[in-house]
């Protein structure tokens, strides 16, 4: 009888993770080209790998790959990043109205913990990004619609891109703040209109703020 070992995560997503963050830390800048020879040198890997890598940033909008020129870090323009705002809104607002109908007060409770931990994070800009990401995803995870988490996860992905144009923007961090305690206060009030609307209205200052 024979048996199946499961593998490790393969090397190519390890990679994959490690270009994701420093392309979100900035350390390989919007437009900038990747030096594979360096990267795989760096690594300690064959370019195989790396490239695998690669094709699983370009399908995630992170990184343009250009015929006979290689893999670039994605730049995003103002029409890009309205369209992914656009989807964003109508995505993340259709959820938080399902979850101001169905979400049991304990659920409600726990988001209000997560807005909580942001308020004390505006000094840690890091955190605060973190935290504000964690709030929404659960969001969406109490929601309860797969397909939806993994369109917004990959739609996050891309807004990353830009996002130190936009809550680090002079009283953005605040007013980001105030939308949030109005979504809270709509869920709160377990009333779905106002609360996609609530959503809806973060996401259109949020895109003003980035363009």
């Known amino acids: 009888m024979s048996t199946v070992s499961l593998a490790p995560r393969a090397l190519y997503q390890e990679v994959a993770e490690l270009l994701r ?23 300690g890997i064959s370019r195989t790998p790396l490239r695998e890598a690669l094709k ?16 670039y870090v994605t730049e995003v323009s103002e029409q890009d990043l309205a ?3 656009h989807l964003l809104a109508l995505l993340e607002s259709d959820a938080a109205a399902v979850v101001a109908q169905r979400a049991s007060d304990a659920q409600l409770k726990e988001l209000q913990g997560l807005h909580a931990e942001l308020e004390r994070a505006q000094d840690d800009r890091e955190r605060f990004f973190a935290l504000n990401e964690r709030f929404h995803m659960r969001l969406l995870e109490l929601a309860g619609n797969r397909w939806r988490n993994q369109m917004v996860a990959d739609l996050r992905k891309v807004m990353k ?12 961090l605040q007013e980001s703040l105030l939308e949030h ?5 709509a869920l709160l009030r377990r009333d779905p209109d106002a609360t996609m609307q609530r959503m809806q209205d973060h996401f259109r200052n949020g895109l003003e703020a980035a363009a």
């Open 161 to 172: 891109l830009n996002r130190h144009n936009s809550l680090l923007k002079s009283g953005r």
């Open 56 to 71: 699983v940033l370009a399908a995630e909008g992170l990184v343009t790959m250009k015929v006979r020129r290689g893999a």
């Open 21 to 43: 963050q420093r392309i979100f830390a900035r350390q390989l800048e919007p437009g900038s080209w990747i030096d594979e020879l360096k990267l795989a040198e760096e690594y």
């Open 83 to 85: 369209e992914v705002y």
């Open 181 to 185: 305690r109005a979504v809270i206060d």
